[in-house]
């Protein structure tokens, strides 16, 4: 089935447990047996924000995971430190904050087409040292998939582009034209917002420095 890696955790010498978000399924957990070997097929694609096909077997306690096959590693994201470490906040966050076994297609949409604008635009966006902004976009959209509203968080001038980054297209919040000065703004308001809605407390990403 179509799944995006969330994130991974060893388990006994050769073996790690793997966090995926499904299309069908929504997060799973899955044990990988070997993974940690030398010789194994699987290692290289079940890094964080690699879009697999990946084979999940059903097991009385816990699913384990066969063969994977790579769709997309988003090898642009990879290639820049900065795109890398927003891309796994955001996977850390939708593990940390979904609960297993709850399908939804529009958060799997949501996923996948958030890395693929990433992936698509990592360099320039790189350029203009602008990545907080796609983060940014992510959160408020991931927060309302959840069923909160952060585009009410700022009353003043920033409400509409609160509205753009939680309703626009991923091309209509890149062409949007936000400063630095509101960047920061909306950022600071949009945690403090996440922090109060949020089951488990997450970490302030402008300590990312990107």
């Known amino acids: 089935m179509q799944s995006i890696i969330l994130s991974r955790r060893d388990i006994r010498e050769y ?13 799973v957990e899955a044990l990988a047996r070997g993974v940690k070997k030398i010789l194994s097929k699987n290692a290289a694609y ?6 697999v096909e990946a084979e999940i077997i059903p097991g009385k306690e816990i699913a384990r995971l066969g063969s994977v096959t790579p769709i997309n590693i988003f090898k642009n994201i990879r290639a820049d430190l900065d795109a890398s470490l927003a891309a796994g906040y ?3 966050l939708v593990d940390k904050n979904i609960h297993g076994g709850e399908a939804d297609k529009r958060m ?9 604008w990433v992936d698509a635009s990592a360099v320039i966006l790189s350029e203009a040292k602008d990545l907080r902004w796609p983060l940014i976009a992510f959160i408020a959209k991931f927060l309302t998939l959840l069923g909160f509203d952060p585009s009410a968080v700022d009353e003043g001038l920033g409400q509409r582009k609160f509205e753009i980054l939680v309703r626009g297209s991923w091309q209509m919040i890149g062409l949007a034209n936000a400063s630095a000065d509101e960047i920061t703004r909306q950022q600071k308001l949009l945690y403090h917002f996440a922090l109060k809605h949020l089951e488990r407390k997450i970490e302030d990403w402008s300590v990312l420095g990107i």
């Open 90 to 92: 955001v996977m850390d």
């Open 15 to 27: 073996d790690q447990m793997i966090s995926l978000y499904t299309l069908e399924h929504g997060k």
């Open 46 to 51: 079940l890094e964080p924000f690699c879009f």
């Open 108 to 116: 799997f949409a949501l996923i996948k087409s958030w890395l693929e």
